[in-house]
């Protein structure tokens, strides 16, 4: 069976449920996978890496069976299929075809005759130990240095690493309405129906609105509403608490691959998506991207993202990770396996990449986090918005959705606090929160001290003694002004001067999470 063609005529969900129940009790799972192959083979699988799976899965267990069907693409006897899911319904609906040695598709019954896989399915664990599953194209689950390899202009991918990253820093408080926008395999509508009343999902692809409907009915999920379309298109003029979307934000030179390039001219999909987004929420409700931006001679990168965001919101914009032209360009033409062409049509395609970013006068593209609050008192001129723009790439820790939650929250809380409000306040340091003293060995005092969070963003800022002592009394019970003062009379300092210095360091170490302001009783 081909692995890089598109199926034809993909599965029906009518038997889903049968299929579940089978690969559940085959302990078809992220966990039994994991036991099975080994720590080794299973990270192998998850960079395309099929050959210590394969050697793992040489016995007949329904287990081993199901792996090599639906993960590793090999064809088994009907017998063995039989042994492991409802064989008749799974080849009545088309999840699985019967094959015969040569790899071709048969009619009629062989001695021995063996059945393939026509989808993808891959175990995936929910943020609550569900037992979900992503239903994809053959061949096309992500990772590996050599890329998914497959030009069809409709493949729809599994889940990777920019799907996981989305969905972990998604906000997860319950709403009315989500809408999953550019849904591909189904992964965020999946996410989102845990906590949303009804879920959209949309994309342009008419094969990504089928493989979702597979991936929510094999997955137990509720069904969602299915619109095609390109960006809000389908949605009309419906708003919604919770937008989320891992758009085909790649920057390239045409639109040769749906599930990636966005085919419009350099960022201008990110930038349409986000600028429009802001409409489509309801006041308090949340739109969180993955994007790629230009970084252009001339132009400070977080000027462009500044202007991307819309009238009545408030944002947050985090870059990860930044990587010049050539960089770039060679990423993404592994990605669509160009690198294993004719050397020619690889420079080719390569040049095309180049002159484009020239043209654009683009020297590097950044990657990140764009999320965006509607805020109606932000929209009715009652306060100013609060845009973060930040450059972050150092390691975080997933999942982000209350830190983005609370990041907002933090946001209307010294909006409304002048300096007099904030040392009337009472502060508690956060639970994660640990003190480094960096200094010469022996040495009577340190050199500086460092607050780092263990967990979330990670952060860490630097302190003087002052900071690290009021961080440390920080336990709720004193007002901020009151430990000032004490701190003064400790150290013979002015606590006047103190009061007048020192709002701005708690500022900042509440933006940042390291200070939890405590409601007053």
């Known amino acids: 069976m081909s692995t890089t063609s598109l199926t034809s005529r993909l599965p029906v969900p009518a038997h889903a449920a049968r299929l579940r129940e089978a690969l559940l009790a085959a302990d078809f799972t992220a966990d039994g996978l994991l036991e099975l192959l080994g720590a080794p083979a299973y990270a192998a699988l998850a960079r395309s890496e099929t050959v210590p799976a394969l050697r793992a899965t040489r016995g007949d267990s329904p287990l081993e069976t199901l792996v090599r069907l639906f993960l590793l693409q090999r064809p088994v006897s009907r017998a063995r299929a039989a042994a492991a899911l409802p064989l008749e319904e799974c080849l009545a609906d088309g999840w699985l075809v019967q094959v015969g040695e040569s790899g071709g598709q048969v009619a009629d019954q062989e001695a021995d005759p063996e059945v393939g896989a026509c989808v993808d399915i891959r175990p995936y664990g929910g943020p609550d130990g569900q037992d979900w599953f992503i239903v994809s194209d053959l061949g096309c689950a992500v990772g590996g240095a050599g ?34 926008l550019g849904t591909g395999s189904g992964i965020q509508a999946l996410h989102a129906a845990q906590h949303a009343t009804l879920v959209t999902a949309t994309d342009l692809n008419p094969r990504a609105l089928d493989f979702t409907r597979l991936t929510l009915a094999l997955s137990g999920a509720r069904e969602a509403e299915l619109l095609q379309g390109s960006l809000f298109e389908p949605v009309d003029g419906d708003t919604y608490d919770l937008i989320v979307s891992n758009p085909p934000f790649v920057i390239s030179p045409g639109a040769r691959l749906t599930y990636r390039d966005g085919g419009m001219g350099g960022d201008d999909l990110c930038r349409t998506l986000v600028r429009e987004a802001g409409e489509r929420l309801n006041d308090g409700g949340y739109a969180q991207f993955l ?44 990605d669509s396996g160009d690198h294993r062409a004719d050397p020619e049509a690889y420079a080719l395609r390569y040049e095309a990449w180049l002159d484009e970013f020239e043209a654009r006068k683009t020297k590097a593209v950044g990657f990140g986090w764009i999320t965006l609050r509607r805020n109606a008192a932000v929209a009715s001129g009652e306060v100013e918005p609060s845009i973060v723009i930040e450059e972050w790439p150092h390691p975080v820790e997933q999942p982000l959705g209350d830190t983005v939650r609370a990041h907002f929250e933090r946001q209307d809380y010294l909006r409304t606090r002048d300096d007099a409000a904030l040392l009337a306040d ?46 440390g009394v920080c336990d709720g019970t004193l007002s901020a002004g009151r430990i000032l003062d004490a701190i003064g009379q400790l150290m013979g300092e002015d606590p006047v001067l103190l009061r007048d210095r020192t709002p701005q360091a708690i500022r900042l170490l509440v933006e940042e999470g390291f200070l939890i302001p405590t409601p007053s009783t």
């Open 291 to 334: 994007a790629n931006w230009q970084h252009v001679e001339g132009e400070e990168w977080q000027d462009r993202l500044r202007s991307w965001v819309p009238r009545g919101c408030d944002a947050w914009i985090v870059q990860r990770e930044v990587q010049d032209v050539t960089q770039y360009a060679e990423l993404w033409l592994r």
């Open 147 to 180: 890329g998914i390899g497959n030009k069809d202009e409709g493949v729809v991918l599994g889940v990777g690493g920019a799907s996981t990253t989305l969905a972990g820093i998604t906000v997860r408080t319950p709403v009315s309405s989500a809408l999953d």
């Open 426 to 471: 009472r502060f508690t340091l956060a639970s994660e929160v640990v003190q480094e003293q960096v200094g010469l060995p022996g040495a009577e005092d340190p050199e500086h001290v460092v607050l780092r969070q263990n967990r979330g963003m990670r952060r860490a800022t630097k302190v003087d003694h002052v900071g690290a002592g009021f961080a």
